[in-house]
């Protein structure tokens, strides 16, 4: 198991999803002198990111893996109009639930898996820990707004993590 001596340790990271959140999350990561590698379903290039083609190739002999992938929700909910009166409906989580599965294959209990994409209360514990079961797995969202990524990752207002064992 990795364990994190001194902030000039070099770790091997690796982000599945490069998207609005996970690319400006890794190349961050990146710049700070870890090792990063990434993975996306849609053609990424970076300077700073070994971008690879396969979750299993991107997993493979890291520390630290991060999912940042899309948590779409029901175009009611967009925030452009009051909600209270319509029936409660959950992020639609199948694309978290599909990395999940198949980064667990690929895993070990060296390993920590890191859920960094936003889902309601309860939902990790009553819908995702049961498919992490190769390895260590941390729910840790990141509060960061759009177009200000890098810098909210670096300066957050609050941290919240949540594990049972990681």
Same mark, same amino acid.
């Given at each position: 198991?990795? =364990?994190? *001596?001194?902030?000039?340790?070099? &770790? /091997?990271?690796?982000? @599945?999803?490069?998207?609005?959140?996970?690319? $400006?999350?890794?190349?961050?990561?990146?710049?700070?002198?870890?090792?990063?590698?990434?993975?996306?379903?849609?053609?990424?290039?970076?300077?700073?990111?070994? =971008?690879? *083609?396969?979750?299993?190739?991107? &997993? /493979?002999?890291?520390? @630290?893996?991060?999912?940042?992938?899309?948590? $779409?929700?029901?175009?009611?909910?967009?925030?452009?109009?009051?909600?209270?009166?319509?029936?409660?409906?959950?992020?639609?989580?199948?694309?978290?639930?599909? =990395?999940?599965?198949?980064?667990?294959?690929?895993?070990?209990?060296?390993?920590?898996?890191?859920?960094?994409?936003?889902?309601?209360?309860?939902?990790?514990?009553?819908?995702?820990?049961?498919?992490?079961?190769?390895?260590?797995?941390?729910?840790?969202?990141?509060?960061?707004?759009?177009?200000?990524?890098?810098?909210?990752?670096?300066?957050?207002?609050?941290?919240?993590?949540?594990?049972?064992?990681?």
């Amino acid at each position: 198991m990795y =364990v994190y *001596n001194d902030w000039r340790d070099r &770790v /091997k990271i690796a982000f @599945i999803g490069l998207g609005k959140l996970g690319l $400006p999350c890794a190349t961050v990561v990146a710049e700070k002198g870890h090792d990063v590698t990434g993975y996306d379903i849609a053609e990424v290039k970076s300077d700073v990111i070994t =971008v690879k *083609n396969t979750i299993k190739e991107t &997993v /493979k002999d890291q520390d @630290i893996i991060f999912v940042a992938v899309p948590t $779409p929700h029901h175009p009611d909910y967009d925030g452009k109009a009051p909600t209270s009166h319509l029936e409660p409906k959950d992020f639609c989580y199948d694309i978290v639930v599909d =990395v999940l599965r198949e980064a667990n294959e690929h895993m070990n209990k060296e390993q920590l898996l890191v859920l960094i994409s936003t889902v309601l209360p309860g939902t990790t514990r009553n819908e995702f820990v049961q498919l992490v079961t190769n390895t260590r797995f941390v729910y840790n969202p990141y509060f960061i707004a759009m177009g200000t990524v890098a810098w909210d990752m670096i300066n957050p207002e609050m941290v919240i993590i949540g594990t049972e064992d990681g």
